[in-house]
T-cell receptor, first 115, second 114 residues
Framework: GAVVSQHPSRVICKSGTSVKIECRSL??????MFWYRQFPKKSLMLMAT?????????EQGVEKDKFLINHASLTLSTLTVTSAHPEDSSFYIC???????????FGPGTRLLVL | KQEVTQIPAALSVPEGENLVLNCSFT??????LQWFRQDPGKGLTSLLL?????REQTSGRLNASLDKSSGRSTLYIAASQPGDSATYLC?????????????FGQGTTLQVKP
């Protein structure tokens, strides 16, 4: 089956630093990837749509300068949380839409803790 | 604006029971509906995808139904096992097309006791 990986799986950082999270589709090409955020005991909230070779599309209320997304290749999208603050602590999950398929394949998630 | 709701938020059953998880959505013009499983601290695994033209999908002990007119879907789990313990999420795409952008329900956390 299709596999999506995320790196790192968890990260702890100091307030004010930037953190980069990678999302890779390991065995298929994905022109579109999605970034979600999940708070404890809450559902997933879509943050942005990452399109290969073009700018990401952000959902209402999501700061594009805060959450930088780059989709440089057909298998890699990155999310950079800039100047992280404790309120950015969350579980970030990416998904990849396989070309020709309607099913999204989700990564295992990245737990971010900002101290 | 589409809203997805899942009831109950949590469910605990003894092993072997059949159970039903509920998902409702406010806008019936959906392209498809998916059910996912999420284990604690993990990502999502797609269980079943029902197209808008379909009424149900089956995979092993899982059966998902879809009633667009009433804005409801159910996930039926037969002969539950402790390994079924997880959070189950339903999701529909934004808008009426296959945008890929999903709106999730809050999830139902299932515990199956041995």
């Amino acid at each position: 089956g299709a596999v999506v990986s995320q790196h790192p799986s968890r990260v702890i950082c100091k307030s004010g630093t930037s953190v980069k999270i990678e999302c890779r589709s390991l065995d298929f090409q994905a022109t579109t990837m999605f970034w979600y955020r999940q708070f404890p005991k809450k559902s997933l909230m879509l943050m942005a749509t990452s399109n290969e070779g073009s700018k990401a599309t952000y959902e209402q209320g999501v700061e594009k300068d805060k959450f930088l997304i780059n989709h440089a290749s057909l298998t890699l999208s990155t999310l950079t949380v800039t100047s992280a603050h404790p309120e950015d602590s969350s579980f970030y999950i990416c998904s990849a839409l396989r070309e020709g398929s309607e099913t999204q394949y989700f990564g295992p998630g990245t737990r971010l803790l900002v101290l | 604006k589409q809203e997805v709701t899942q009831i109950p938020a949590a469910l605990s059953v003894p092993e072997g029971e059949n159970l039903v998880l509920n998902c409702s959505f406010t806008d019936s013009a959906i392209y498809n509906l998916q059910w996912f499983r999420q284990d604690p601290g993990k990502g999502l695994t797609s269980l079943l995808l029902i197209q808008s033209s379909q009424r149900e999908q089956t995979s092993g002990r899982l059966n998902a139904s879809l009633d667009k007119s009433s804005g409801r879907s159910t996930l039926y789990i037969a002969a539950s096992q402790p390994g079924d313990s997880a959070t189950y999420l339903c999701a529909v795409p934004h808008g009426s097309g296959n945008t890929g952008k999903l709106i999730f329900g809050q999830g139902t956390t299932l515990q199956v006791k041995p």
